[in-house]
């Protein structure tokens, strides 16, 4: 396994447009997280899902941003009607639940920029 | 919620010792991380606490207290490849982990 790959790496659009980021897990990991990060920023916590089940979402988080991981293996976040302050790198992140200390493996994150 | 707070930026030299602090407020606690994240990169893992005391692993070891919400990562013999920032983190029983923005670690010779 080569770890959580996400796509695009990199993504410019102009303000209004909607985007899309798919991210894959590692395959035996049952949670998958998103994270939003900004320059000089620790990520900050969007959305998680247990398999299938998005288990909790950020109350920062508009409704302009929607998740979804529909059998439990990869996951996609949307962004509709993207601002210039959406501008930032989305990490996505998995983790065993079964571990004792279900730590969160990340991929290399897709960073967007809004014109 | 929860609150974090770690100091901005650090400056070390070669072949030093530096401890990075990290406090926190929290409810569900259940365990504390600390992640090594370079420019332009992802954070990896690093450490992992969730009872009270010290966890060694090479040169860098991690300390936790969970009565006073405190938390420290030591880094024994700086290189030059440890400029990093690293971020502490708070695993919560909802299986959520809340970053803390941070501490830029800068190595110098």
């Known amino acids: 396994d080569t770890g959580v790959s996400q796509d695009p790496r990199h993504k410019i659009t102009k303000r209004g447009q909607n985007v899309t980021f798919r991210c894959d897990p590692i395959s035996e990991h049952n949670r998958l997280y998103w994270y939003r990060q900004t320059l000089g920023q620790g990520p900050e916590f969007l959305t998680y899902?247990?398999?299938?089940?998005?288990?909790?979402k950020s109350r920062l988080l508009s409704d302009r941003f929607s998740a979804e991981r529909p059998k439990g293996s990869f996951s996609t976040l949307e962004i509709q009607r993207t601002e210039q302050g959406d501008s930032a790198m989305y990490l996505c992140?998995?983790?065993?639940?079964?571990?004792?200390?279900?730590?969160?493996?990340f991929g290399e994150g897709s960073r967007l920029t809004v014109l | 919620g929860q609150n974090i707070d770690q100091p901005t930026e650090m400056t070390a030299t070669e072949g030093a010792i530096v401890q990075i602090n990290c406090t926190y407020q929290t409810s569900g606690f259940n365990g504390l991380f600390w992640y090594q994240q370079h420019a332009g990169e992802a954070p990896t893992f690093l450490s992992y606490n969730v009872l009270d005391g010290l966890e060694e692993k090479g040169r860098f070891s991690s300390f936790l207290s969970r009565s006073k919400g405190y938390s420290y990562l030591l880094l024994k013999e700086l290189q030059m490849k440890d400029s990093a920032s690293y971020l502490c983190?708070?695993?919560?029983?909802?299986?959520?982990?809340?970053f803390g923005d941070g501490t830029t670690l800068t190595v110098k010779p």
């Open positions: 983190a708070v695993l919560t029983n909802a299986g959520k982990s809340t």
């Open positions: 899902f247990q398999n299938e089940a998005q288990l909790e």
């Open positions: 992140a998995s983790s065993f639940r079964d571990r004792e200390s279900g730590e969160l493996f």
